[in-house]
């Protein structure tokens, strides 16, 4: 395995709703690009810990406990008139979940759901670019990671839950 550089990777939302949490569902449905992508941010599960101080020891125990989707930030490059970006200002104001796929150089796609829970645009300087800052929040059970051929043999989705996706939304 080598490591890769985020050149050449892409992030996509679409206005469409899989018609189920699966290889099917996601790979269904038509992507607008959000162009102009600077930073991404993480994806993926953070779990939180547990603590048990005994009596009997001077040092906690902690063991890991809950998990929860981690928010995703990314920055971009703000540009009025591109369409992933128009959809992510519309999406700030709507409560519904959209679908993202996030692809990265070597082929791999990870599709999740997620909230739009703010844009806010950034002037900066008078030397700099003006940026939007994205802030999502996934919806648990929702990410799948389809490899590419060359990796997996065959596509297939790296599914955490089994879950539908009227049972997450519905």
């Known amino acids: 395995m080598t490591a890769m550089t985020a050149a050449g990777?892409?992030?996509?939302?679409?206005?469409?709703y899989p018609s189920s949490i699966s290889t099917e569902g996601y790979t269904?449905?038509?992507?607008?690009?959000?162009?102009?992508?600077?930073?991404?941010?993480?994806l993926g599960i953070?779990?939180?810990?547990?603590?048990?101080?005994?009596?009997a020891r001077l040092a906690p125990l902690h063991l890991k406990s809950t998990y929860d989707e981690a928010e995703v930030s990314f920055s971009l490059a703000?540009?009025?008139?591109?369409?992933?970006?128009?959809?992510?200002?519309a999406a700030v104001t709507d409560e519904d979940a959209y679908p993202f796929a996030l692809t990265l150089p070597d082929g791999t796609t990870r599709?999740?759901?997620a909230r739009v829970l703010g844009a806010p645009v950034t002037p900066?300087?008078?030397?700099s670019i003006v940026t939007g800052n994205v802030q999502l929040r996934p919806l648990n059970g929702t990410e799948f990671e389809l490899l590419p051929l060359s990796i997996a043999g065959d596509f297939y989705f790296n599914?955490?839950?089994?879950?539908?996706?009227?049972?997450i939304c519905g």
């Open 9 to 16: 990777a892409t992030l996509s939302v679409s206005l469409d």
């Open 28 to 42: 269904a449905l038509d992507y607008v690009e959000i162009g102009d992508v600077i930073n991404f941010g993480g």
């Open 46 to 55: 953070a779990y939180s810990t547990a603590q048990h101080l005994s009596t």
């Open 78 to 89: 703000y540009a009025r008139g591109g369409d992933g970006q128009a959809i992510l200002a």
């Open 111 to 113: 599709y999740w759901l």
């Open 124 to 127: 900066g300087e008078a030397a």
């Open 159 to 167: 599914n955490p839950s089994t879950l539908t996706f009227g049972a």
